[in-house]
């Protein structure tokens, strides 16, 4: 096998390798990304031969304080060879040639598989979070999201193994942050999270947004009588607010109720965790005396 810099009539091969490993996005033009790659260490544009085939590919490069490497993928039937580890050990000694000090990477939450893969050949998870902004979009569609297409986020009402875990941190997270001390309200909000997963019926749900494996938020909707539904535990991460997913989570529960031949739907202000009240009003809910609001006639 040869590791070495990309030449020039190798670039498609290049681009199939990385569509066939599921590493192109919507929001990134590969074309550009090597082009851009090749205006600044190119050298560093890695690929990984077989014969005459290109099998695998690194692209690393160092801004003078990290390394960073990303389209590391190699073709399924040559996985499991050692493949990727000696990409990556070719992008680290062009890194320390360069005179790097240390290589940062950035995985997506759900790609448990990469997680596992480098954690084996020595990397370790950082205490920090990733933040971006896009300066040149590659795509009109990735414009109303930063450059990054969904951003990665869904909303689904369907429970997945560890959403229990998840809906539980969050909370806690956002009760800690409002008052300094989150344990009675997540010990009280694991117990009513789990009694409600286990007995709920087909007419009450749980909406979950999640970005890339991790949850950042929730709305759920029970029944009091068969035209009454309540609204309970509406919440979003901090980072997500005002980003209209309030208004998604919020229209899927009235819409699903609506569905059902709810006549009216109800919520106590203090298990919101949202911190807007006017979105209520947007949606045609009215005060009540004891702090409930109740959507108009239409809902």
């Known amino acids: 096998m ?10 498609q091969q290049l681009i199939d390798l990385w569509l066939e490993c599921g590493l192109t996005r919507s929001w990134n033009n ?8 090749l205006s600044f260490q190119p050298d560093l544009l890695l690929v990984a031969f077989e014969k005459d085939r290109l099998v695998g590919s690194i692209m690393a490069g160092y801004d003078g304080h990290r390394g960073w490497m990303n389209y590391l993928g190699v073709l399924p039937n040559f996985q499991r060879q050692g493949i ?7 992008a680290e000694n062009g890194l320390q040639k360069l005179g790097c000090p240390k290589v940062n990477l950035q995985l997506r939450y759900s790609n448990f ?18 933040f971006g902004k896009r300066l040149v979009f590659d795509s009109a569609e990735s414009k109303p999201h930063g450059g990054s297409g969904t951003g990665g986020f869904v909303i689904r009402d369907k429970l997945k193994p560890g959403d229990l875990g998840g809906l539980i941190q969050l909370y806690g997270l956002i009760i800690h942050q409002k008052f300094g001390s989150a344990e009675p309200f997540e010990y009280e909000f694991a117990k009513i999270l789990t009694n409600f997963a286990l007995g709920k019926g087909p007419r009450e749900k749980i909406w979950v947004l999640e970005q890339e494996g991790q949850i950042r938020g929730s709305i759920f909707l029970v029944w009091s009588t068969e035209e009454n539904a309540e609204i ?3 919440f979003l991460h901090y980072d997500q607010r005002e980003r209209e997913f309030e208004y998604q989570l919020l229209r899927s529960a009235l819409e699903f109720a609506t569905s059902l031949g709810g006549k009216s739907i109800i919520t106590t202000l203090k298990l919101l965790e949202i911190g807007e009240v006017n979105i209520f009003d947007e949606f045609g809910f009215k005060k009540l005396e004891k702090s409930k ?7």
């Open 2 to 11: 040869e590791i070495r810099p990309i030449k020039s009539n190798e670039y």
């Open 30 to 37: 590969p074309e550009k990304d090597i082009q851009r790659k």
């Open 84 to 90: 990727g580890k000696k990409l990556v050990e070719a």
């Open 113 to 130: 598989v990469a997680q596992h893969f480098y954690r084996k050949i020595g990397y370790g998870e950082d205490a920090a979070l990733s």
């Open 232 to 234: 309970k535990y509406f």
């Open 293 to 299: 609001v109740s959507p108009a006639k239409s809902h």
